[in-house]
């Protein structure tokens, strides 16, 4: 069944940019049917969504993180990636990669286990 | 932004209750809304869609209702493995938001 899994540095230095990557196995990223979002939790509090990408490039962010969120979608690898800049110790959190399924009431239906991303010097 | 506010924020309960678990939106949201399990360590589940649709897989204890602004999450009959936090989210509109979620503990 399909899978996802994130990957990256689990510690990143105040100001640098924090990047993940979720890979989609057993199933394709290229389905018309399906956006793939990106959802924090910061230790012991609630989910943010981030923001979502459609397989052919469209994108939706989460305008609370202004213009420090960039994902971008690799159809070649069934990847797609996670790029917030200028992060401070408020962006550490788990970070999820998650299916959203028309299917489903557009809700995340498929969630990757998400990594833990520390920002510390 | 919608906001989603939950209640109560944590709930004690023996197995074998009825538990309800609440969620209002700051605005309509067209039935757009879905209820999520988590435990400890792991990924959040998704239970319920569209207010009501029972995801495949799920017990048929779980049930959601509502409309409009007011939705419920119903758990018939706990069972030891239903101890958890529980979210909601609005599918409606962007940003997708969730509740702050309500924490089920054994009584």
């Known amino acids: 069944q399909l899978q996802l899994q994130e990957s990256g540095p689990g510690l990143v230095k105040p100001s640098e940019t924090l990047s993940l990557t979720c890979t989609v196995s057993?199933?394709?990223?290229?389905?018309?049917?399906?956006?793939w979002g990106w959802i924090r939790q910061p230790p012991g509090k609630g989910l943010e969504w981030i923001g979502s990408i459609y397989y052919s490039g469209g994108t939706y962010n989460n305008p609370s993180l202004k213009s420090r969120v960039t994902i971008s979608v690799d159809t070649s690898k069934n990847q797609f990636s996670l790029k917030l800049s200028s992060v401070t110790a408020a962006d550490t959190a788990v970070y999820h990669c998650?299916?959203?399924?028309?299917?489903?009431?557009?809700?995340?239906?498929?969630w990757g286990q998400g990594t833990m991303v520390t920002v510390s010097s | 932004d919608i906001q989603m506010t939950q209640s109560p924020s944590s709930v004690s309960a023996s197995v074998g209750d009825r538990v309800t678990i609440t969620c209002r939106a700051s605005q309509g949201i067209n039935n757009w809304l879905a209820w999520y399990q988590q435990k400890p360590g792991k990924a959040p589940k998704l239970l319920i869609y569209?207010?009501?649709s029972l995801q495949s897989g799920v017990p048929s204890r779980f049930s959601g209702s509502g409309s409009g602004t007011d939705f419920t999450l119903t758990i018939t009959s706990l069972q030891p493995e239903d101890f958890a936090t529980y979210y909601c989210q609005q599918a409606s509109s962007f940003p997708r938001t969730f509740g702050l979620g309500t924490k089920l503990e054994i009584k």
């Open positions: 998650a299916r959203r399924a028309s299917s489903s009431g557009y809700a995340f239906d498929i």
């Open positions: 569209a207010t009501s």
């Open positions: 057993g199933g394709s990223i290229s389905s018309s049917i399906y956006y």
